[in-house]
């Protein structure tokens, strides 16, 4: 596919700035009119209307060229910075190496994965500009249904709601206990026969998602004794002997004072992926920079994120 012409794009959306920018740079009325590439009289007239519109004149005759007024020469800074701004999204909007790409994801992520990516990518194409959002998986998602966002790396993944998703990484999720608890050797225990209180993470954060679906397929309330912002500060909670969670698997091994107890209910899973609008949603459109980050992605997420999740 060709190039946009962002020139053309930017005179389809500021014709009046685009022609007054013209009639300052070339300061004749006829020499615009070729540099817009329009007829001299269309011109003309369009000048008239401005000037007629805004009740000021913004250029006077010279001779045989014309020059700009007083308040021509105060518009024309505002002008071009409206117009390099216009240029600048539009380049955004269609270029492919100077595009920008809205990314929202898991706290979780955003020590090691989000980085290790983005360095990886901007290796490849170092005029991609990102905005980063960290935030919980609900927060997350509904930032991407709403247009706030142009991909998602979150967990769990999810069904309907105009999104579509591919896994990149699944990792088990496990009963993690201080080291010293009598069931520490257990191997495998069922959520329903842990009489602890229990260390959730809060609403709305994926794990907690999971963990209660994974109550409701055991028919267990758990008594619960604190709730967490983040798997991190919930380890820390098991490691001081406060209560068990259920968290996913830690790629490097158990925390410090903590063991990790394979559960009985199925389902007991944590699937971490890269989340997008279906072509229903946005307009039907994806920028090209955001369809080419989401391919690396694809690509390059399931070696990355195993050995750095959790």
Request: some cysteine; charged content about 20%.
């Amino acid at each position: 596919m060709d190039e946009p012409d962002v020139e053309a794009l930017t005179r389809v959306l500021a014709p009046r700035l685009e022609m007054f920018s013209a009639i300052a740079r070339t300061e004749h009325v006829t020499g615009a009119a070729e540099a817009l590439n329009i007829p001299q009289p269309t011109l003309s007239r369009a000048l008239s209307r401005l000037q007629d519109e805004l009740g000021m004149a913004l250029v006077e005759r010279t001779g045989r060229g014309i020059r700009l007024t007083r308040a021509g020469r105060s518009l024309l800074p505002h002008v071009e910075r409206a117009l390099d701004d216009l240029r600048q999204g539009v380049a955004e909007l269609t270029g492919v190496e100077e595009g920008r790409v809205a990314l929202t994801f898991l706290p979780t992520l955003g020590v090691e994965v989000v980085p290790v990516l983005l360095r990886g990518f901007r290796a490849e194409h170092p005029g991609v500009r990102f905005t980063l959002t960290q935030e919980p998986w609900a927060d997350s998602l509904h930032r991407l249904s709403a247009g706030g966002a142009d991909l998602a790396l979150t967990s769990p993944l999810p069904s309907g709601q105009g999104l579509v998703s591919r896994v990149l990484h699944t990792q088990y999720l496990r009963l993690v206990v201080p080291e010293h608890h009598p069931a520490a050797n257990a191997g495998v225990v069922s959520l329903a026969s842990v009489r602890d209180e229990f260390i959730l993470l809060k609403p709305g954060r994926g794990v907690r998602h999971l963990t209660d679906r994974l109550e409701d397929l055991a028919g267990f309330t758990p008594r619960v004794a604190f709730e967490a912002d983040d798997i991190a500060t919930a380890r820390g909670l098991v490691a001081a002997g406060l209560g068990v969670s259920v968290l996913p698997a830690r790629p490097k091994g158990p925390l410090g004072g903590t063991a990790e107890l394979s559960l009985g209910e199925g389902e007991a899973e944590r699937p971490v992926g890269i989340v997008w609008p279906g072509e229903g949603s946005g307009g039907g459109y994806e920028p090209p920079a955001v369809g080419l980050f989401r391919e690396y992605v694809c690509r390059v997420g399931p070696k990355v994120i195993p050995g750095l999740t959790g």
